[in-house]
């Protein structure tokens, strides 16, 4: 063993292999080649304005978003790093409107790669952790160019996902189903080390993480958990609470992985087109894996988010995720929320004659 008592991540993806006979290894050389794209986005996050990589691309994304300038260069890594190896068949990205098609010389693999190159990437120029956050899918047609609905398989349907976190230290936590680990990036030997194996996240938890300027578009639902959360011990639930809010999705899921705690971006009245806020093909479906595998629960508000079928591939939803009792008490609000709207008749509210129970 080249590191007394260490797993690397080339020797943990081919233990976990072992236990699947029959598997080619496809799928470990294309982790082992987006682990590379992610060693490469840290490098240049870690030279900050040194590399001249800061600030603005001046070009927006497909959602009309600032591109910034690491932005567009992230993108292109995992392009590069995962294009030529035959493992994938396609990609679609956060920052591209189309799926992207292999160049013509390259073999069309078993699996689909999508993903957000560089997440919370508005952080970048104050310095706060950003990440990488990817999801696999199989290719229904193994071998040959994917069609766009492809794509869009639910989120059970995962085969693999995971992110990188460029923070303090450079992480790598991934599932393959099988758990979620966590790796840390050795910058001597450029190798991914298991630092935190079968991560778990506590189902009970005394904090929440929610963007409290959008209070007043917020849901019934979302407002009462959140006033009862701010009551404190004063209040129904009988216990004080403390509020996070980081603004990248990667470094709330991190620290919710690390230690518990609920994070909500759900869904609002502040733009009737645009129901959620987070991306369900490369945010979302990615960030609930790694949650369930973790033992945590991954919901829309309502629903296992997992299960949404998506509809197109910048699809937006709400979010909520994290400690289970948390997560469980919000999609009970807000099935009491809907019973309230279907009963708004005053006959049928809550003090009406035929009251709801
Ligand atoms: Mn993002
Ligand atoms: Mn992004």
Redesign the pocket.
Known sequence: MLIEGRTTLTQFLIETRRKHPGSTGDLNALITDVSLACKAIAGKVSFGALAGVLGSAGTGNVQGEEQKTL?VLSNEIFLRANEWGGNVAGMVS??MEEPYRLPRQYPRGKYLLLF??????SNIDVNVSVGSIFSVLRAPTPGADPADEDFLQPGTEQVCAGYAIYGPSTMLVLTLGTGTHAFTLDPNLGEWILSHPNLSVPRQTREFAINASNSRFWEPAVKRYVDECMAGKSGARDADFNMRWIASLVAETHRILMRGGVFLYPRDNKDPARPGRLRLL?EANPISFLVEQAGGVASTGRHRLMETKPESLHQRIGFVFGSADEVERIETYHGEQLMDDSYRSPLFGQRGLFAVV
């Open positions: 932005d956060e920052e957000d190159p560089l997440d919370g990437s490369y």
